[in-house]
């Protein structure tokens, strides 16, 4: 069936740094799209969400980037600090009632 | 309201033994996700409620998997006969129309 995917499994950046997390999805008639940052143990942490008819969102230091013409979505974390290093998981629907397709998950090491 | 609370954090049990697994949503969210997450991957629905109906499961909810919702409010899933591939993260999400997801810290199984 469709999945959602992520391009690289880990990601290790320095501190101060700004962060690219990258995901591809296969489902063309999703239509919303959610970040989630999981901490060891902790359950999925909502970052921030796109909706198909927005190609960009941005929250607090976090720009979420969609680009339906190649199904891929970006999370961007400006300024990464240690706190940053989680996995991150991208997800997404055909409805915001429904389940979620998750991908794999990106780990994200913050360096000294 | 303090977000979506999962009971216990931990369980461990012997195969074979049944376990039930409690969800309180966020009290204005009328919809109640569960979800299960095994290391490294990321979460697999499980099944949706909206209310007190049962809207959908996956076809991973195998028989001897169980959820209610009996008044709309909290939820449980239970696990009948337990094996070792039941050991995950059940993770429990909740949500309105006009809300995304939020999750819960999740129960952490372990069958020995």
């Known amino acids: 069936g469709e999945s959602v995917g992520l391009h690289l499994p880990t990601l290790s950046v320095q501190e101060g740094d700004n962060s690219i997390i990258n995901c591809a999805y296969s489902n063309s008639a999703s239509d919303y799209f959610i970040w989630y940052k999981q901490e060891s143990g902790k359950g999925p942490q909502f970052i921030i969400d796109?909706?198909?008819?927005?190609d960009k969102r941005q929250g607090q230091r976090v720009t979420v980037l969609l680009n339906k013409t190649v199904k891929h979505l970006s999370l961007q974390i400006a300024a990464t600090q240690p706190g940053d290093s989680a996995v991150y998981f991208c997800a997404e629907n055909m409805d915001s009632a429904r389940q979620l397709t998750f991908g794999s998950g990106t780990q994200l090491t913050v360096l000294p | 309201d303090t977000g979506v609370s999962q009971d216990p954090r931990h369980k461990i049990t012997k195969r074979g033994q049944n376990v039930t697994f409690r969800c309180d949503p966020i009290?204005?969210?009328?919809?109640l996700y569960w979800y299960r997450q095994t290391l490294g991957q990321g979460p697999e629905f499980l099944t949706y409620?909206?209310?007190?109906?049962?809207?959908?499961k996956s076809r991973l909810l195998s028989d001897r998997f169980s959820a209610e919702r009996p008044k709309g409010s909290f939820s449980t899933l239970e696990i009948q006969r337990t094996e070792q591939g039941d050991s995950a993260m059940y993770l429990c999400?909740?949500?309105?129309?006009?809300?995304?997801?939020?999750f819960g810290s999740g129960t952490r199984l372990t069958v020995v």
């Open positions: 999400a909740s949500s309105s129309q006009n809300y995304g997801y939020t």
């Open positions: 796109i909706r198909s008819n927005m």
């Open positions: 009290s204005e969210h009328n919809r």
């Open positions: 409620f909206q209310n007190e109906a049962q809207l959908e």
